[in-house]
C-alpha cells in the first residue's frame, strides 16, 4: 500500500478525534468548578500519554485496522455516555 494512503487512513480516525475533543473538553471546563481542573488536566494527560502508547502499540503488533476500529468504537461509546449525562 503507498504512503500516502497510509496517511490518508490516519488523518480520517484522527481528524474526527481531535475535533470532538476540542469540543468537549473545554465544555467540560465551563461545567465544573475551580478544584475539578486540576483533575480534568491530570486525566487528560495521563489519557494521552496512555493512548498514544496503546495506539502505536497495537499498530505495531496487528497492523492499523485493528485501532481504528478500537478508536472508533471508544469514541463513539464516550459520545453517547457523554450525551446521556447531558440529559
Known amino acids: 500500500m503507498p504512503d500516502y494512503h497510509k496517511i490518508l487512513r490516519m488523518a480520517v480516525s484522527i481528524v474526527p478525534v481531535g ?3 476540542g469540543t468537549v473538553f473545554p465544555r467540560a471546563f465551563e461545567m ?8 480534568l488536566l491530570a ?3 495521563l489519557g494521552s500519554a496512555l493512548g498514544f502508547f496503546l495506539f502505536y502499540t ?3 503488533v496487528f497492523g492499523l485496522t485493528l485501532p481504528v476500529a478500537a478508536a472508533i468504537v471508544l469514541y463513539s461509546t464516550g459520545m453517547i455516555a457523554i450525551r446521556v449525562r447531558l440529559r
Not at 32 to 39: G, I, L, P, T
Open 19 to 21: 475535533f470532538c475533543m
Open 58 to 60: 497495537l499498530i505495531i
Open 32 to 39: 465544573s468548578d475551580q478544584d475539578a481542573v486540576f483533575k
Open 43 to 45: 486525566s487528560d494527560t
